[in-house]
């Protein structure tokens, strides 16, 4: 079965899901291949949530210019799709003279990359900011925030998806030939033609690369570990608080993050491995998590973690090297007509929307896109029944009986919003799929209540048997045998 597009898009993380969204405002038949049965299964939900402000990164390299810019018009982004997120400000912490010497060098980075308000803080600046966080001083950045990574990730696919893109999901790229005018890509399902092809494939970005023959690119996976806290811990941490940075390891250090929706993240750990898919956690490194975490903030307890999870850096640079490369976003001579973004890790999140754009610029310059008159730049979310008044939850429920069912307890997840996620316009119907959509099992019980009612209802409603309902990968069956 071949599919014939003007664009084929391969990866649907917040990156290819931007781009494909930044398209469909044109009139191009697009399509989006994602080996994963969701959008969000890897590096774009696997992360801290941070909408970072731009200081971190070396002046002139695209990863500042797109930080900056993707920082500076998210309020507009979250308002047209409907994401939670709030510009909480940050703290990055120092505790020595060596550290304060750090703060300056970025404070003056972030400067000449155009960032605004930075400053740095004495420690009675800080108690004000976030009382029980520690340090001599900090850099205080205020235009930092926090987001929903698998909303918004979710958000930029569907509102992509109602302006006409089509999402293939369970389609991993197998290989890819040049014939004639246009590109063949084969999947383990299908086989597409595109004129023209977006590599967004995040981890393996380059192996697609080497497909058509680009072989100078390595991605080198290095790992990063979390604890989530409960919500309980949320009351000590209203602003995301850092460390000072290493610039060897690459990462941002040890921080702690206030997410949208209350809870604490402490992480990542920063390990180089073997593989891109090795999502495993460490008892060392949790330990570890927890030594560091409350350095920055000592009224951690034991009693606050309620679960563990691990992302996966796609890095240009290896162990030895150490540090960071810029994003790497090209179409070579020999193979026109292809893009290759390689090595986009953090700040990915942020710059997703400027890197789709900058996309978008390149293939202006060969073609003459004509404007999709019908684009459609707004989404609206499943609307959350416990965020509303006493009176309209009274309303709703008169309107519509399935919302005064409870399924997910912690979070106070309703029947209807459970559904509204199992029909979402993408067709995804995994145990996780509703997660991300809802918040669902993401409270204290982690899933312990509402899980099996979940299947229950995505059973019915897409009329499977109990041995077809899958977790999150496809041969992920949540159910195998029999019981009394």
Known sequence: MQKQYDVIIIG????????????????????????????????SGRNSGVLHAGFNNRPETLMAKFCVEGCLGFDKIAEELNIPFKRTGKLVTGFDE????????LKEQGDRNGVPGLEIVPSERIKELAPYVEGKAALYSPMTGVLDPFIYTIALAENACENG???????????IEIKESCYEITTNKETYHGRWVINSAG????????MVGITDYTIYPCRGEYFILDQKAGEFLKIPAYPVPNKKEGGLGIHLTPSIHGNVFIGPSAQYIDENDDYSATQEVMDMLVREGRKILPQIKREHFIRNFSGIRPKLVGKEKGGYADFVIEERNKVPNMINLIGIESPGLTSAVPIAKYIVEKI???ENLKENKDFNPRRQGILKFSEQSEEKQAELIKQNPDYGEIICRCEMITKEEILEAINNALGVDTVTGIKYRTRAMMGRCQGGYCQTRIAEIIMKEKNKKIDEVTYSREKGKMFLGGVR
């Open 364 to 366: 202006k310059n060969k």
């Open 12 to 43: 649907s993380g917040v990156v290819g899901s931007a781009i494909a969204r930044e398209l469909s405002r044109y009139e191009l038949k697009i399509g989006v291949l994602e080996k994963e049965q969701d959008v969000v299964c890897e590096t």
């Open 203 to 210: 981890l393996n970005s380059d192996k697609i690369a080497r």
């Open 98 to 105: 060596d550290d304060i010497k750090v703060l300056n060098e």
């Open 165 to 175: 893109v089509d999402f293939y999901l369970g389609r991993e790229v197998t290989g």
